[in-house]
T-cell receptor
């Protein structure tokens, strides 16, 4: 079973509008971390935001926020006031805690391509 | 400070030749990861180093692939007898790893990648 699922292969948004990119995950470990990365056409993976499973508040970083719904096992990325430069691939990833005895390797989703229209 | 660097940025080689890809992690990062990304695809994990040892080599696709890390810093990924299906972007990432407490919050920082084309 996939540990990270990104169901939207592609998304379109108008400049200055908000957009939500979906991510659901699967783990039995109570301790885990969730990450979002942006990969523009240049190819470099850029870290955007992190959410810990025990964090009480949803993570925010500038125009990025994470809509963390633990019971639903979802960690959607919200980009407010989209800009043309936001056009890129976006990857969701999860690292489980050592408590599960699992690997230290984060698991990545297949990504969502976001295109921002002027 | 300097980020993760990789060299070369592009490599074109002929089928059957060996290639060596280099990754220079962020100073002080003890964990280093290699991934492969084929065109339009997600990340395929190859190998993970903690210090100089590789506790997880499970992603290496065949015995033609090997990697080493020396001095807890620079890592090289070697592909022997390259095949056309090896063509991809090879990404390296580093994180604080166990030196940072080994928590699940340990963030990976990626290099710009090496684009490998096997003719």
């Amino acid at each position: 079973a996939q540990k990270i699922t990104q169901t939207q292969p592609g998304m379109f948004v108008q400049e200055k509008e908000a957009v939500t990119l979906d991510c659901t995950y699967d783990t039995s470990d109570p301790s885990y971390g969730l990450f979002w990365y942006k990969q523009p056409s240049s190819g470099e993976m850029i870290f955007l935001i992190y959410q810990g499973s025990y964090d009480q508040q949803n993570a925010t970083e500038g125009r990025y926020s994470l809509n963390f719904q633990k019971a639903r096992k979802s960690a959607n990325l919200v980009i407010s006031a989209s800009q043309l430069g936001d056009s890129a691939m976006y990857f969701c990833a999860m690292r489980e805690g050592f408590g599960s005895g699992g690997s230290y390797i984060p698991t990545f989703g297949r990504g969502t391509s976001l295109i921002v229209h002027p | 400070g300097a980020g993760v660097s990789q060299s070369p940025s592009n490599k074109v080689t002929e089928k059957g030749k060996d290639v060596e890809l280099r990754c220079d992690p962020i100073s002080g990062h003890t964990a280093l990861y290699w991934y492969r990304q084929s065109l339009g695809q997600g990340l395929e994990f190859l190998i993970y180093f903690q210090g100089n040892s590789a506790p997880d080599k499970s992603g290496l696709p065949s015995d033609r692939f090997s990697a080493e890390r020396t001095g807890g810093s620079v890592s090289t990924l070697t592909i022997q007898r390259t095949q056309q299906e090896d063509s991809a972007v090879y990404l390296c990432a580093s994180s604080k790893g166990l030196a940072g407490g080994g928590s699940h919050s340990d963030t990976q920082y990626f290099g710009p990648g090496t684009r490998l084309t096997v003719l």
